[in-house]
């Protein structure tokens, strides 16, 4: 499993931002996938979910109505759009393969990856 997540950057409250995680090594379209951030200093956690076929898609109360999850699985890519962004949001972005169980606790996941860094400036 590999996955590369893409799209941070440095932007100013208010902003918005579409990150992406091409995934390969593994059958993309047969897995749920997921989002988590890490905060410096802060544990890894929960950011969004989608099924496999796009059917469910869960949020962590923190960004709901501000976040989209999405996938495309003839790319083999996940996506994250965040709109209205804040300082707290600032963080290293994570996508990660979901291999059963709850959706919050980390480790259900695999094939994390580097991450990509959003610095949300006020």
């Known amino acids: 499993v590999q996955l590369q997540a893409s799209g941070g950057g440095l932007v100013q409250a208010g902003s918005s931002l579409r990150l992406s995680c091409a995934a390969s090594g593994y059958t993309f379209r047969n897995y749920d996938m997921a989002w988590f951030r890490q905060a410096p200093g802060k544990e890894r956690e929960f950011v969004a979910a989608i099924t496999w076929n796009s059917g469910s898609k869960y949020y962590a109360d923190s960004v709901k109505g501000r976040v989209t999850i999405s996938r495309d699985n003839a790319k083999n890519t996940v996506y994250l759009q965040m709109n209205s962004l804040k300082p707290e949001d600032t963080a290293v972005y994570y996508c990660?393969?979901?291999?059963?169980?709850?959706?919050?606790?980390?480790?259900?996941?695999?094939?994390w990856g580097q991450g990509t860094l959003v610095t949300v400036s006020s």
């Open positions: 990660a393969v979901f291999t059963g169980g709850c959706y919050y606790d980390t480790h259900n996941y695999t094939g």
